[in-house]
């Protein structure tokens, strides 16, 4: 939306907002806000309002949080009279210089680059979660809400009324879901949103995982976002789908079957990147249990007709160019992750890197370089990349590693790291 302050001061009024959030992402991408009242939203604007940073960085002085007007969005679950509503925030030191470890501007940088050199993006996302049954007290259980299959239908589809009201409210809130269906497994969902702006679709992402837990709640149920919460069931992805133009022309368009130079050398650079980018995709040691089970991709591979790769390119008719990247989970900060795969593809153009014919994957049997195998695996293959160290900030690389670091300590001094993962993760992501 774009208002001036001005503008949404009315709004407020003739709307009867009662509270306005300010959100912004921790480094790990954890949803986090402040409540404040109409009359300080003036302030917000002019001056921003503080924050006490110390709990989620290493900066030991108070930080500002300044709202972002243009993601003005109502909240609505909550009642129409004594509204609230939600703006995304960035993170700015007392003087107004960009906080280092702020990942959404650092995203808005990256695309204003992008843009300077004629380069315009889009992303979208296509994400899984499960719905569980509470029992009686309201806490979560691991009973699946229904034991139905891919793209079954009511009765045997219990989570369709669930679905569609996430899908309305997400609708109402300006956020554009595309497709909603029944997964594999019991009780297992997919939502796919259409592409959007970098910076919008990783706003987008983020709020809506707090979305869906809120109406699942509503409804008795609990989410979870989870890579692997059953043994033995389909995890759940995050598929990240890419869309790319120089000077107006899409560079994943193929012109009489052949891809621009440009789209391969992007793809190209993805590839070669991914293993030290995984620890950022896949950011915690559940995220691995997936990855080694029920078609999640492991290995390093393209492919333009197979479904299984790494990274896909569709050629549907009608469907503008696109890639995919299979991967990811809903555990990742998307604006890092969205940042980290524009850099890798632009790598991959500026040194033309080559898109290798024996990376693609295809009826024929052959090795392929794969994906980290485990947490420790990822942190050590990050902690070790130029790549990573060049488009991160030393702020963001020393938490997001700490914490890491700190994941693989509990991890491998667990008795049962089954369930050190349940306690870890399945009540929190």
């Excluded at 480094?27 to 006490?52: H, V, W, Y």
């Excluded at 790494?310 to 604006?335: K, M």
Aim: overall charge negative; hydrophobic content about 35%.
């Amino acid at each position: 939306m774009d208002f001036s302050p001005k503008e949404i001061l009315n709004f407020v009024t003739e709307n009867d907002v009662k509270f306005i959030r300010l959100t912004f992402c921790d480094m790990q991408g954890n949803l986090k806000n402040i409540a404040i009242m109409p009359t300080e939203l003036p302030r917000a604007f002019s001056d921003g309002i503080l924050l006490d940073a110390a709990s989620f960085s290493d900066c030991y002085e108070d930080l500002l949080l300044v709202p972002d007007i243009s993601t003005l969005s109502v909240l609505p679950w909550r009642p129409k009279s004594g509204r609230v509503v939600r703006f995304f925030c960035n993170l700015l030191h007392m003087d107004g210089t960009p906080y280092e470890g702020g990942t959404r501007q650092a995203l808005q940088s990256c695309i204003r680059s992008l843009n300077q050199q004629g380069y315009s993006c889009e992303f979208g996302t296509k994400s899984e979660f499960y719905l569980f049954d509470c029992d009686q007290e309201g806490n979560p259980t691991k009973i699946p809400h229904d034991r139905a299959g891919y793209l079954d239908v009511a009765p045997l589809d219990k989570c369709e009324n669930t679905r569609r009201e996430i899908c309305l409210s997400l609708e109402e809130m300006g956020i554009n879901p595309q497709y909603s269906a029944h997964k594999y497994g019991p009780g297992q969902n997919e939502i796919d949103f259409k592409c959007s702006e970098p910076v919008t679709a990783a706003d987008n992402m983020v709020h809506y995982k707090t979305v869906v837990k809120t109406i699942a709640a509503q409804n008795g149920l609990y989410a979870s976002f989870m890579p692997k919460p059953l043994s033995g069931m389909y995890g759940s992805a995050l598929t990240i789908v890419i869309t790319i133009k120089k000077d107006g022309q899409n560079i994943f368009e193929r012109r009489d079957g052949k891809m621009s130079a440009a789209g391969e050398q992007f793809i190209a650079g993805i590839l070669h990147h991914v293993p030290e980018m995984t620890l950022f995709l896949n950011p915690i040691t559940n995220s691995y249990t997936r990855l080694r089970h029920s078609g999640a991709p492991n290995e390093i591979n393209w492919s333009y007709s197979n479904r299984g790769p790494l990274l896909r390119i569709p050629g549907q008719v009608g469907v503008h160019p696109r890639i995919e990247l299979r991967s990811a989970d809903c555990c990742c900060n998307p604006y890092i992750a969205f940042r980290l795969l524009l850099a890798a593809g632009m790598d991959g153009i500026r040194q033309q890197m080559p898109l290798r014919a024996e990376d693609e994957l295809t009826a024929e049997k052959k090795p392929f370089r794969v994906l980290p195998a485990t947490l420790e695996e990822a942190y050590a293959a990050a902690n070790e990349s130029d790549f990573i160290r060049e488009n991160l900030a030393d702020e963001v690389r020393r938490i997001i590693f700490r914490d890491i670091e700190c994941q693989i300590a509990l991890y491998n001094a667990a008795e049962d790291r089954a369930e050190f993962e349940e306690q870890q993760y399945f009540y929190s992501v």
